[in-house]
Structures are given as structure tokens and as C-alpha cells.
């Protein structure tokens, strides 16, 4: 973290972009697990200077499911790097995710993207380097591609637990414009079926801020016929990861997966991370 921080300071957000503070903290809880999918010392940090109560997370599984969500997106993003190690990954609805200090290769460009309010709290944590930058707009917006568009692709789009709080009309906009804009880039994001969707006022960490999932997708298939060219690539539950992201797991969490896949919940069933090449 580059950028002078306050100490405990309130945050000041709307109401979508409170659930930023669900993931948030469900990484600063992991990283100090004995046992942790994922060590975040920022998340921690950032966790004990916000004055938020946190507590009202406590006690459910998603604060897990977000941390072995974030952990699939890094998988994909460490390997995309892999391939291009000077290409570009863009944070869609960023919120104060950690990707680039777990993922950065040291040759990437990075651009995170939320709406202003949530950029303002992020840039009292973070600073703008030459190849990280933070944008301030909405996903919907129009101008804020001309960036990432003025450095090199290949283009790497994660868009984690942003695009199941919009109307689908506006999920539908969000896909042709970065279809429209970034032909050819991966896209990794999560749909949300009815099993999720409609249990969320019952849901241990969603009924407790205001927010609600809008987009309901069971299907994510369907991505292949909004616009001619998308491929889904991988799509993935939580009781079906890749292999070599479940084997790493530490044990607790591989033997929680098997136990919830005996359980077939359908909103862990219903509720899919993605990869899809935009066509
Ligand atoms: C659940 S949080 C996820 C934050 C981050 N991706 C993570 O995994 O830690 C949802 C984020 O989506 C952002 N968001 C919601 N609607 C958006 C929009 N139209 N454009 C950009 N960001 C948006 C919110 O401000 C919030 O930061």
C-alpha cells in the first residue's frame, strides 16, 4: 500500500458498493488461518483501519465462498499472465480487492475500475503506479476503455461478484460493451442462479447489507448466444473447481467441498464461476 492511511475512518458507500466489505473481509479473516487458501496482509490491514462492523459476517460460509472465489479468479489470472506476461488485466468492480499484490507479475498493466465512491476509498489505501491504475466510473460508462485500450493486450476482464447485482438489461449492456470494445479478451465472472437469488434475504452475509442480487442466470451458457463469437471456456461451482485448485486446498476445505457436494444446495449449485473468451 503506497498511499498515506488514516487511522479507523468511517466509509461512506452506496449500497451496492458495501458488499465490496463481504470479500474484504472474508480474505482478512483467511489470512490468519493456520490453514489458509490465501495470505492477504493488505486485507487485514485495511480491515482493521476501516470503521465498519465487520462482526455481522461472522459465523456463515461466505466468507469462504468469496475466498475460494477470489482464489479461482487469481488462478486464472496467474496463468493468463503466464502465457502473456506483458499483457493487460482489468479489475471490473474492483472494490478493494488485493489481485495485483497476490497476482502482479511485475510487467502487467493493471487498470481497477469501480464507481467513484468506491475509487475515492480505495486511492486512500492504494496509488497509481505506471502500470496500475485506477479508474473511477461505472462498468456501463463509456469512456473509461480508452485506457486500457491505449496500453497492450492480450486483455485479461475479472468482473468477481459485480455482475449478479445488475438488472440483466444492464448485464446484457455490460457484455456488448466489453464484447464490443476488448474482441478476443477472457472475462471471468459469476452468475448467480435461482437457488442463490431467491434465498438471498435468508442469506448469512446479503441479509445483512442492502444490496440484492438482480441477475438471475442459471445458465451461463447462454453467454454463447448473446453475442456471436463468445465461448464459455470453463464454468465452475464450488463443489466443481479445477483440479489443480482443489488439490492445493488445505484438507478442512477439500472435506467441506465433499460434504457440500453431497449436500447438492442449490444455491452452492446455482451459483458458477466463469471464464468466457468475448467473441
Ligand atoms: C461484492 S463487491 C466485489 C468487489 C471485488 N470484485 C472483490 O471481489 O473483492 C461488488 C463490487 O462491484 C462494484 N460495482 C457494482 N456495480 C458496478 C458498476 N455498475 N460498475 C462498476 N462497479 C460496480 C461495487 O461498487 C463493488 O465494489
Redesign the pocket.
Known amino acids: 500500500m503506497a498511499a498515506e492511511r488514516k487511522s479507523p475512518h468511517p466509509v461512506r458507500l452506496g449500497t ?2 458495501e ?2 466489505l ?3 473481509y472474508g480474505r482478512a479473516v483467511e489470512s490468519r488461518k493456520a490453514e489458509a487458501v490465501l495470505r492477504d496482509p493488505v486485507a487485514e490491514e485495511m480491515v482493521a483501519a476501516i470503521d465498519y462492523d465487520f462482526s455481522r459476517f461472522d459465523g456463515g460460509s461466505s466468507l469462504i465462498g468469496a475466498v475460494l472465489r ?1 482464489h479461482l479468479f487469481d488462478h486464472w489470472v496467474r496463468g493468463f499472465l503466464a502465457d502473456h506476461p506483458d499483457a493487460t488485466v482489468v ?7 488485493t489481485r495485483h499484490e497476490r497476482a502482479d507479475n511485475g510487467r502487467a498493466h493493471w487498470f481497477e ?3 467513484p465512491d ?1 475509487i475515492e476509498v480505495r486511492r486512500t489505501f492504494f496509488a497509481d503506479t505506471p502500470r496500475r491504475t485506477m479508474l473511477a466510473a ?3 460508462d463509456d469512456g473509461w476503455t480508452a485506457a486500457p485500450l491505449a496500453t497492450d493486450g492480450p486483455y485479461l476482464l475479472a468482473a ?3 455482475l449478479p ?2 438488472p440483466e438489461e444492464d448485464a446484457r449492456r455490460a457484455f456488448d460493451l466489453l464484447g464490443e470494445r476488448f474482441p478476443g479478451a477472457l472475462l471471468a465472472f459469476d452468475t448467480t442462479g435461482p437457488g442463490m437469488v431467491d434465498t438471498q434475504d435468508g442469506h448469512d452475509a446479503l441479509s445483512k447489507v442492502e444490496a440484492r442480487l438482480r441477475w438471475n442466470c442459471p445458465d451461463p451458457g447462454v453467454l454463447e448466444d448473446w453475442r456471436q463469437g463468445n465461448r464459455l471456456l470453463a464454468s465452475h461451482t464450488f463443489t466443481t473447481l479445477p483440479a489443480e485448485v482443489h488439490d492445493g486446498l488445505p484438507a478442512e476445505y477439500r472435506d467441506m467441498i465433499a460434504t457440500m457436494a453431497e449436500m447438492r444446495l442449490p444455491q452452492v449449485e446455482d451459483y458458477r464461476l466463469n471464464l468466457l473468451r468475448l467473441g
Open positions: 451496492v458498493q458488499t465490496l463481504i470479500p474484504l477470489t479489475e471490473i468492480g474492483t472494490g478493494l480487492n475500475l469501480d464507481l468506491v461505472s462498468v456501463l468477481e461478484a459485480v447485482y445488475l
